[in-house]
């Protein structure tokens, strides 16, 4: 007996090392990914049902087209719509090619999208844009939903499947002007930089105070609160406190996705979540 309790011991020890190191490589394949690996077991938060009682406040504004006929959609260009109630129900945005503009027809929960013009650009996108027309032309109703503090509009057809889901811009809390309060913990408010930030339009302005500069957004619509500036230019006056300038930009490229701190303050963080930038809202004349 003492013979198979030593062999059991022996053999337990070899495979501990064995198992040590699967569980390792697991875990370094999760990281790699971006997972979370405390949160791995961590049950996801449901869908809950958002009760529609004012529909022109509830859906107005941007919406990402984000699964279609349940799956992903991947285009070229941004695939969006804008529900526009101040200019008559109409709706414009982009089919993942090209710019495209209509109206709708709203009552309670029936939504019917009209006639679609848009432009003629030529695209090879994984999402066929003129899947997506045709989808929208099969709405007949919607639901709202929430998950994790991001709103999410189910379009049906008239059987009641969901056909497509939109999921609301994010990002209307970074628009407008800010002050650079903060460039990698150091504060700058003295500099006077500031930053005009347009996420609908996805631009961004900004002044130095040397240098006027410019860019672009880019969103990503599968993650909450993700941002990004890319193209940044700026003008080619020589002055004192270029270092700032250029740490501003370098944190502005650096920067993957923004976290509201307060009403009037905004944190634009790297991919490590270290924060980059600290911005304070400012009203300009």
Known sequence: MRKYIVFALLMAMLMAPATMDARKK????????????ENVNAVEQPMQEVTITNPAQQLYGEW??????K?????LERAYLYLDFKGGNKVYGNNGCNTINGTFQLSGNNIK??????????????TNEKTIMHTLADVRRY???????????????????????????????MNGPWLVKEINSENVSEKNMRLVIDALMQTIHGDT???????????????DMAIQFEDLHSTENDCEDIDYETAL?????????CKRINPYEMALLDSKG????????????
């Open 26 to 37: 697991k875990d370094k394949k999760l990281e790699k990914r971006g997972v979370n690996i």
């Open 113 to 126: 999208f009209g006639e679609f013009i848009s432009t003629g650009e030529s695209c090879r996108n994984v």
């Open 64 to 69: 990402d087209i984000v699964t279609m006929r």
């Open 249 to 257: 930009l370098l944190a502005l490229e650096t920067t993957v996705s």
């Open 71 to 75: 799956k992903k959609v991947y285009s």
């Open 209 to 223: 105070g040397c240098n006027i500069i410019n860019g672009i957004i880019t969103l990503d619509p599968t993650k």
């Open 143 to 173: 639901t709202l939903q929430t998950q994790y503090n991001a709103q999410y509009m189910n379009l049906m057809n008239s059987k009641g499947a969901v056909i497509m889901v939109l999921k609301r811009h994010n990002l209307d809390a």
């Open 274 to 285: 270290a924060i980059v930038l600290m911005l304070q809202r400012i009203n300009l004349r």
